[in-house]
């Protein structure tokens, strides 16, 4: 009588843990749906600081495993919990007996719960010090799963050890008759495949899409595929020549630029000729309010560069660096190794020559309708931004041009 007791209350509590566990991980799904897919969405509640930040956690790649939301993971986990808890009830319906393999259910509850407190704290781990936000919800779950694992083990004769090890017996011995073992290869070959279009499509995961699109260029601090003097491709006159426009405070420009540089090694008849459009009121005089302020003064010393045959290592060095005033500026170039005359540079940088080409790249572009960068040019052809798809898209763009690759890639 105590041990039907201890049972029906554990039966109890774990389901109460269970079911609030189930409800939190139906508005992480939310949360995760929202910060992904709704660009107009509002922050969630649990977003309050730069620290505690649902919304940002749900951004990232570590908020998906083989491509499907950890969110979803934890329903599947709770709602399999339910089942185990309601196994003795279900074997009894004809078409469910199959789920008499299940022996032992508090045995396994106990090594789910334990397990999953365990991918938490790993979890935790990756939040506090790989991403440096913590996402409050989540922890909550955590602390659900330590204690579904800690009330099934109640009144069991072995530990979570113990438990873990009757688990994979009974695993074991459930897949020995043939239908079962049968049954239990077709459905792991139905997830696999389907976890495999989940990762390869990453249709539930944009951050994991943008990780591949953009990973090498944004998480690289330097331009690996940087080149030095004035040309970036090919110097050959029937070469494809794709015009770019950019500004040295513009983010996606500084990504934009590793991808060119990859591009122009990657094609073997193109050429980048790379253009000022500084969202700077300093030298732009179509802005109506400030906006990246120093990109003129950036822009004025990678075109005093370009007079000295210095121009896309001075280029690449502005995005990489970010430079914030020209004090900065001159002090990278000199601890550079670019055999750069600083002191002409200073110079031409306010010399008439220089304020010219700018305000002819501004002038041409703005007429053209572009008011913003990066923006990519062929002939009459303009295209605003980096492609939707990263990389790839640049590459199918180019090819759309004329671009030839060197290879297949």
């Known amino acids: 009588m105590e041990k039907d007791n201890l049972t029906i209350k554990k039966t109890v509590i774990i389901s109460i843990l269970v079911l609030i566990g189930f409800i939190i991980t139906i508005d992480l799904a939310y949360i995760y749906h929202q910060a992904n897919f709704n660009q107009f969405a509002l922050p969630s509640f649990c977003t309050i600081s730069d620290l505690i930040d649902c919304d940002g956690v749900a951004k990232t790649t570590e908020a998906q ?41 508090f045995h396994y509850i106990a090594s789910l719960g334990i397990i999953s407190f365990t991918i938490s704290m790993i ?5 506090l010090f790989g991403i440096h936000k913590l996402c409050i919800m989540c922890a909550i779950t955590y602390v659900i799963n330590l204690f579904i694992g800690i009330f099934a083990i109640l009144g069991l004769e072995v530990g979570f050890a113990g438990a873990i090890k009757q688990s994979f017996v009974d695993f074991i011995e459930a897949l020995k008759p043939l239908p079962y073992r049968v049954a239990f290869i077709i459905v792991m070959l139905l997830a696999s495949i389907f976890l495999g279009w989940t990762y390869t499509s990453a249709k539930f995961s944009p951050a994991l899409k943008s990780q591949r699109n953009y990973g090498e260029f944004i998480n690289s601090k330097t331009n690996k595929y940087a080149v030095r003097g004035n040309l970036l491709g090919s110097d050959k006159e029937d070469a494809v020549v794709i015009n770019v426009y950019s500004d040295y405070m513009c983010p996606m420009c500084a990504v934009f630029n590793k991808m060119i540089h990859k591009a122009a090694k990657e094609f073997k008849n193109i050429r980048i000729e790379h253009h000022h459009l500084p969202l700077d009121m300093e030298c732009n005089k179509h802005l109506q309010q400030p ?7 950036a822009a004025k010393y990678a075109q005093a560069a370009h007079l000295q045959g ?11 660096k970010k430079p914030d005033s020209e004090d900065n500026i001159i002090e990278l170039l000199k601890t550079s190794d670019f055999d750069i005359d600083i002191e002409k540079l200073k110079k031409d940088a306010y010399s008439n020559k220089v304020n010219e080409d700018i305000q002819k790249d501004i002038e041409f572009a703005v007429k053209n309708g572009q008011i913003g960068t990066p923006v990519m040019n062929v002939k009459d052809e303009f295209e605003m931004g980096i492609p939707q798809d990263g990389y790839p898209g640049l590459k199918k763009w180019i090819i759309k041009h004329g671009g030839k690759p060197n290879r297949l890639f």
């Open 65 to 105: 495993f083989l491509g499907v939301p950890l969110a979803y993971w934890g329903m599947f986990l709770y709602a399999f919990i339910i089942m185990l808890l309601s196994v003795d009830v279900l074997k009894k319906i004809p078409f469910l007996k199959f789920l008499e393999v299940f022996k032992n259910k």
């Open 310 to 320: 210095k121009f896309w290592e001075v280029n690449s060095l502005l995005f990489d």
């Open 123 to 127: 979890l935790l781990c990756v939040s």
């Open 291 to 297: 906006f990246h302020h120093g990109s003129c003064t």
